[in-house]
C-alpha cells in the first residue's frame, strides 16, 4: 500500500509553497523506505519552482538534499537496516547499464538520470523531493551518512557538497593548486572548504567583503570583492581553476581573465539565461570554459567519507517547514550562511 506522507510543494510558478500530502510508492525488494530528519534548501530548487529553467509540471515537492534514518527495508535489500543514517541527493535512479552508469557516473547516464523531483521514475510516477516526512528510494541510490557527521549538517552534502567535490577532483585541486570560489554561498562555502582540505590555495571572490571573517575561517588564505575594481587586475592570471557558483549570469570574460595560461573555469551555478564569451578570452592564455554537473553516487560516497575525515559539514541555518517561503527570498537575496536546512519534524 502508499504511503501518504506530509509535504511542502510548488503549486505554481508564482506563488508560495503550501503544506500538501504526497503518496509515496510500497517499499519494493529492493526499496529502503527513509524517514526523512533534514531537507537542505538549494537554489536549483527555486529555480526550479519558479520555471526559471522552463516551464513545470505541478504540484513539485522540491529539496534533493536529504538526510534521514531507514524506517523498513526492501526483502532484498543488502546494504541497509532499520535504523541506518542515511542521505539521498539530485538522483534516485538510472538505466544502471549504459557506459557512464557502470563507471559510477549516473549523472551522465545516457537514458537520462531520475532526478529526485521533477523527474520520472522508471515505474513511470513522477518523482517528489525531500521537503516531506519520508521518502522511497531504490538501495542502490542511498548513501551511507558517517558517524561524526549530525544528519542536519550532512544533508546539503549531497547536493551542494558533491556538486563542488566533483569538479574539484575532476581538474586536480590540490597542493600547488591555485583555486577560486566565486560567490559564498550554499555550493561557495562548501567549495572553500572543501578545496582546502585538498590541499589548494584557496580565494574567495565574494560580491562584498561583508564574510570575509567566514570565508577565512573555512580555509581560504584570501578574499577579495568582485565589486572592487581594482580585484580583477589585481588577481590577473592568478588561477589554475575558478569554481563559479554563481546562480545569475556573471561577464565570463571578466573571470577568464583570472586564469593562468591552461586554468579552467567551472560553472556549477545555472544561471536562468544564456552565457557569451569572447574567445579572445580563451585562446590568449589556452584556457578552458567548462561546466559540471553534480557527481555520481560512489563519488558522492567518497565525499562523505572524506568529509568526516577532514572534519568537514555544512554550515546551517535549520527552519521549519512554515518558513521555507521567507527562506527563498533570503537565499535570493544572497542572505544565507550557508545554507538553510529544514526540519522535517515541523511539517504541518
Ligand atoms: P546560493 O546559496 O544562493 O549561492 C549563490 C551565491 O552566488 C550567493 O551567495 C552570492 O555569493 C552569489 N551571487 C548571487 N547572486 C549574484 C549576482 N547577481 N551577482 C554576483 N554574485 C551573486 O546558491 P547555491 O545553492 O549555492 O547554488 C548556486 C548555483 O548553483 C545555482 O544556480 C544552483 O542552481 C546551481 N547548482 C548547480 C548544481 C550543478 O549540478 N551544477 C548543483 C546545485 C546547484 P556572494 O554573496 O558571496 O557574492
Ligand atoms: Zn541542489
Ligand atoms: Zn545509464
Redesign the pocket.
Known amino acids: 500500500m502508499p504511503t501518504t506522507v506530509k509535504a511542502y510543494a510548488a503549486t505554481s510558478a508564482t506563488e508560495p509553497l503550501v503544506p500538501t500530502t504526497i503518496e509515496r510508492r510500497d517499499v519494493g525488494p529492493h526499496d529502503v523506505r527513509i524517514d526523512i530528519r533534514y531537507c537542505g534548501v538549494?537554489?536549483?530548487d527555486i529555480?526550479t519552482a519558479r520555471g526559471e529553467w522552463g516551464a513545470m509540471n505541478y504540484p513539485i515537492v522540491l529539496g534533493h538534499e536529504i538526510a534521514g534514518v531507514v524506517a523498513e527495508v526492501g526483502a532484498e535489500v543488502t546494504r541497509f537496516r532499520v535504523g541506518d543514517r542515511v542521505g539521498v541527493g539530485?538522483l534516485v535512479d538510472s538505466c544502471r547499464e549504459c557506459r557512464y552508469c557502470r563507471r559510477g557516473d549516473e549523472q551522465f547516464c545516457a537514458e537520462g538520470y531520475v532526478e529526485t523531483y521533477s523527474g520520472t521514475g522508471r515505474d513511470g510516477r513522477p518523482t517528489q523531493g525531500g521537503y516531506a516526512e519520508a521518502i522511497v528510494v531504490t538501495e542502490d541510490f542511498v548513501l551511507r551518512i558517517p558517524d561524526p557527521i549530525a544528519l542536519d549538517v550532512a544533508a546539503p552534502l549531497l547536493?551542494?557538497g558533491i556538486?563542488v567535490y566533483s569538479p574539484l577532483r575532476h581538474w586536480g585541486a590540490g597542493p600547488g593548486t591555485r583555486v577560486a570560489v566565486v560567490?559564498?554561498?550554499?555550493?561557495?562555502h562548501m567549495a572553500v572548504q572543501l578545496a582546502a582540505a585538498m590541499g589548494a590555495e584557496v580565494t574567495?571572490l565574494?560580491?562584498?567583503l561583508k564574510?570575509q571573517e567566514d570565508g577565512l575561517r573555512l580555509g581560504a588564505a584570501h578574499y577579495a570583492a568582485?565589486s572592487d575594481p581594482d580585484a580583477f587586475t589585481r588577481l590577473a592570471a592568478s588561477f589554475d581553476l575558478v569554481v563559479n557558483?554563481?546562480?545569475?549570469s556573471?561577464d565570463v570574460d571578466r573571470y577568464l581573465s583570472l586564469l593562468a595560461v591552461d586554468g579552467t573555469m567551472v560553472n556549477?551555478?545555472?544561471?536562468e539565461h544564456p552565457v557569451s564569451l569572447d574567445v579572445f578570452s580563451l585562446l590568449m592564455r589556452r584556457v578552458s570554459y567548462a561546466?559540471?554537473?553534480?557527481g555520481g553516487i560512489r563519488e558522492t560516497q567518497e565525499m562523505l567519507d572524506f568529509c568526516a575525515e577532514h572534519g568537514i559539514a555544512a554550515l546551517v541555518e535549520t527552519i521549519g517547514a512554515e518558513q521555507i517561503n521567507e527562506a527563498y527570498e533570503r537565499?535570493?537575496a544572497?542572505d544565507?550562511r550557508?545554507?538553510f536546512v529544514v526540519d522535517t519534524s515541523t511539517l504541518a
Open positions: 538549494c537554489h536549483s529555480h539530485c547536493c551542494a556538486t560567490g559564498l554561498g550554499g555550493l561557495g574567495v565574494s560580491q562584498s564574510k568582485t557558483t554563481v546562480s545569475a556573471v556549477v551555478g545555472i544561471p561546466a559540471s554537473n553534480i537565499v535570493v544572497s544565507v550557508y545554507r
